[in-house]
């Protein structure tokens, strides 16, 4: 259930659309921007609006949202308001606008008292056909008294995914958006995104008051950008190689999931002679501006960046968008990726791809917030986009049905081109499915602990810890329910505990009328997890002794913290923790999986235990190597 609720619906009567507003919205089009005819829906969404009515309006990147609010904004009486995230993109907006001859300003920070002084007399005076603010500067008491006193036509909420905690990029101040419908309910309000699923949907809807709203959606579809996966080996090498094959003098987007990793990857692109440029949150502003500037002013710049960069940036000509990290997301992902080919030519979606990428932003999500439903729908959104990696069938099929559109092969992604040997994965998909229908309701991460623990149990004879509770068999069984949940075999409800409930196509495919195919490679994988297969390592007796013990701490670990086994500690670091038997903190963090973090968190339970087992010789009383360096110095 969403957290929160209108204690007051403020209806307003939707005046009807006629012939008058059709043709006058057509007239504007024709003066204002010298085109004869709208593209898809945007006639009947800006008729709608030129009207007075409400509006929800999900329209992929480059479908031609700003006309949705800006014709309107010339048919109707007062100013519109335009309410926009980046600075940047207003920028452009007002600047296109005044080239046209249209009367529309920004307000924000980086004007001096002066101009911002004009802007306001000119807003009073009934100067303006558009206003664009920033939700912080909207929200402010000075800013809410000035609107309150003039006459208002729309309020236009571009990006509105921003307003959704769901969404893949929330902004805090979105959420003051909701007074728009308190202290201004007779003003028609407008939201538009590029991207949002159902989640987000209703989450927009319920904030921004649209409940009689109507709702437009256009095509998510892109055609020209083929989408391609490739498995991550060394993802310098393998990026580099790909724009100097591909795209050796095109320009293209490189996104990355951390700052440190854009200066890295810039600098090894830039030393193997491609012009790469860095962009990222933590630079000057006006670094940040000539980076830009150069990539939309010169041909062939690669621009690395974060997700920092991309929102409202239109350069037609980006020939391939690539992400050597997984995006947490597949709104994200599609918005990104959707930077590529805005001409309409050919354009190439390039994403390198490792397991441990996603495992590790599982990580990030289970450790960074407390709110458990935040946690479920977030970990949702990553599992989708886990699943369009992993899947054996069509990526564009998998993309679209994300966003509930069915649609043909595209026969122009890797997974079309070549398909990947698969393996049937119905016996998988009949345990999953039993365990569904037998009741009681289950979530993901039940039914995963039970098909575990059921595996487990089995095994029960087994020789070696990690083959009673590995997590090899925990990704294998997660990799599977992915591929079932966006294929369609399994239902999330995510208003009820994210409770999962077995679709007609999924008993379709437990009876075998529809296929339930699974790559090979990665079904391979999850079962070799585990250094040399299911061979064990050469363990001396009290290593294994020493293992056993680590394997009972890691289950009672994660069970009490609520995490997933790998998260505490994967099979191979438990393994070197017991070969090593290191005596400090400082030690265990050097071996393999363990980490500066882990060994923070777990370093001293870890070493009081192992030195409480036989044969493990306790941890010396020596100084800490910094302090005993000092000393040397």
């Known amino acids: 259930m ?82 926009s995230p980046l600075i940047a993109l207003m920028q452009d907006q007002v600047a296109a606008l005044q080239r046209r001859g249209i009367a529309a300003a920004l307000l924000n920070s980086t004007l001096s008292t002066d101009d911002a002084a004009r802007i306001e007399r000119t807003l009073r005076s009934g100067g303006l056909r558009l206003l664009y603010l920033a939700p912080e500067r909207l929200l402010t008491e000075r800013c809410l008294t000035m609107l309150a006193t003039t006459r208002l036509a729309l309020f236009a909420i571009d990006e509105a995914h921003c307003i959704s905690e769901w969404g893949h990029d929330f902004r805090p101040h979105y959420l003051g958006l909701t007074l728009l419908a308190e ?21 927009i809807v319920e904030r ?44 293209g987007v490189v996104y990355c999931q951390s700052r440190a990793r854009v200066q890295a990857v810039a600098a090894a692109l830039d030393a193997a002679g491609l012009p790469a440029i860095p962009y990222h949150a933590g630079l000057p502003a006006v670094e940040r501006a000539r980076c830009q500037e150069w990539f939309l002013a010169r041909p062939g710049v690669i621009i690395v960046a974060t997700v920092a960069f991309g929102m409202g940036i239109d350069k037609p000509d980006v020939r391939f968008v690539a992400h050597v990290d997984v995006p947490v997301s597949i709104e994200g992902y599609y918005q990104e990726m959707g930077r590529g080919g805005r001409d309409g030519a050919p354009a190439v979606a390039w994403l390198c791809y490792a397991r441990a990428d996603g495992e590790a932003t599982r990580h990030r999500i289970l450790t960074g917030s407390t709110d458990p439903e935040r946690q479920r729908a977030r970990l949702a959104k990553l599992d989708a986009m886990l699943a369009l990696c992993e899947t054996a069938g069509c990526r564009r099929q998998v993309l679209l049905a994300y966003f509930d559109e069915r649609s ?42 039970a098909l575990v623990a059921r595996e487990s149990a089995s095994a029960g004879g087994a020789r070696w810890p990690w083959q009673q509770d590995t997590t090899a068999t925990l990704a294998r069984w997660r990799f599977v329910l992915r591929q079932a949940i966006a294929l369609g075999a399994l239902r999330v409800d995510h208003a009820d505990r994210g409770v999962l409930s077995l679709t007609t196509v999924g008993r379709a ?14 079904m391979s994988a999850s079962r070799a997890g585990r250094p040399d297969g299911d061979r064990p390592p050469a363990l001396s007796p009290a290593a294994l002794a020493r293992l056993r013990v680590l394997v009972r701490w890691r289950a009672d670990t994660a069970a009490h913290k609520g995490l997933p086994l790998p998260v505490v500690f994967h099979d191979a670091a438990l393994i070197a923790i017991a070969s090593r038997a290191p005596r400090s903190r400082f030690a265990l963090r050097w071996l393999p999986g363990v980490g500066p973090r882990r060994a923070q968190l777990y370093g001293d339970a870890v070493v009081r235990m192992l030195a409480s087992i036989p044969d493990t010789p306790p941890p010396p009383r020596a100084p800490h190597p910094r302090s005993s360096s000092s000393r040397a110095g």
Not at 183 to 195: C, D, K, N, S
Not at 510 to 517: E, N
Request: glycine share 6%; hydrophobic share 45%.
């Open 509 to 522: 495919m437990v009876a075998g009328a529809r296929p339930f195919r699974l790559q090979a490679r990665l």
């Open 208 to 251: 921004l008051a649209l409940h009689e709203a109507r709702r437009f959606r256009a095509s998510f579809d892109r055609p020209n950008i083929r989408t391609v996966v490739v498995p991550k080996r060394d993802a310098l090498a393998q990026l580099a190689r790909f724009i100097r094959r591909e795209h050796p003098r095109d320009a």
């Open 183 to 203: 202290r201004f309910p007779q003003v028609p309000r407008l939201a538009l995104t590029a991207t949002a699923d159902a989640l987000t949907q209703r989450e």
């Open 2 to 83: 969403m957290r929160w609720a209108w204690s007051l619906a403020i209806l307003r009567a939707m005046p009807p659309v006629t012939d008058q507003h059709r043709e006058a919205t057509r007239t504007a089009l024709r003066r204002w921007f010298g085109y004869e005819a709208f593209r898809g829906d945007q006639a009947e969404i800006v008729a709608h609006v030129a009207a007075g009515n409400d509006a929800f309006v999900l329209m992929p990147t480059g479908g031609g949202k700003s006309l949705c609010y800006q014709i309107p904004a010339l048919v109707r009486d007062g100013v519109t308001i335009v309410i």
């Open 408 to 449: 043909r092969p595209c026969g122009q992604c890797d997974t079309c081109r070549e398909p990947p040997r698969t393996v049937d994965g119905r016996p998988a998909l009949s345990a999953i499915a039993a365990r569904v229908l037998r009741g009681p309701a289950v979530t993901g991460d039940e039914l995963l602990r």
